[in-house]
C-alpha cells in the first residue's frame, strides 16, 4: 500500500480571517497604546490630566480624512498634513488657552482642557457625507 503524500495548499478563508483579526488587534492594540502613552507623557510633564486628547486626536483624524475625501490628497500625504495642522491647533490652544491660566489651582486646567474638548468636539457634530472613491490608501 501506498502513502499519499498531500502537498500544502492554499491557506483556507478560515486562517486567513483569523491572520486578520490578530493584525487588526495588534495594530489597535497598538494605537491603544500611543494613546496611553500621550497621556502619561502629558500628565508626567504638567502634573494634570488632559481631557481634550481625545477630541483633538479625533480633529486630527477628521482633518487627515477631509484632506483625502474633498481635496483628494493620497494618505499619505494627508497624514503628513494633518500632523502639520494638529501642531498648528496645538500650538495655537496652548499659546492662546492654555497660557495664560499657567500658575492657577490645578481644577481650573482641567476644566479648561474639558472646555477645549467640547470646543473640538462640537466642530464636528455635524454629519458629514464624503465619496469613498477618492480615498484610496
Not at 502513502?3 to 488587534?25: D, K, N, S, W, Y
Not at 480633529?59 to 484632506?67: E, M, W, Y
Not at 491647533?89 to 499659546?95: A, F, K, N, Q, S
Not at 468636539?121 to 477618492?134: E, F, N
Amino acid at each position: 500500500m501506498h502513502r499519499v503524500h498531500r502537498t500544502a495548499g492554499p491557506p483556507t478563508e478560515t486562517v486567513l480571517l483569523i491572520l486578520q483579526i490578530i493584525v487588526a488587534g495588534i495594530a489597535l492594540g497598538c494605537v491603544y497604546g500611543l494613546i496611553a502613552l500621550g497621556f502619561v507623557l502629558i500628565y508626567k510633564a504638567t502634573e494634570t490630566v488632559n481631557f481634550a486628547q481625545g477630541e483633538l486626536m479625533m480633529l486630527g483624524a477628521f482633518i487627515c480624512l477631509a484632506c483625502m475625501g474633498p481635496l483628494g490628497m493620497p494618505f499619505w500625504l494627508a497624514a503628513f498634513a494633518a500632523v502639520g495642522a494638529m501642531a498648528l491647533v496645538g500650538l495655537g490652544i496652548e499659546r492662546a488657552v492654555v497660557r495664560p491660566v499657567l500658575g492657577q489651582p490645578a481644577f481650573s486646567i482641567v476644566m479648561l482642557t474639558i472646555g477645549v474638548g467640547n470646543c473640538a468636539a462640537s466642530w464636528s457634530s455635524t454629519p458629514k457625507a464624503w465619496s469613498t472613491s477618492a480615498m484610496r490608501v
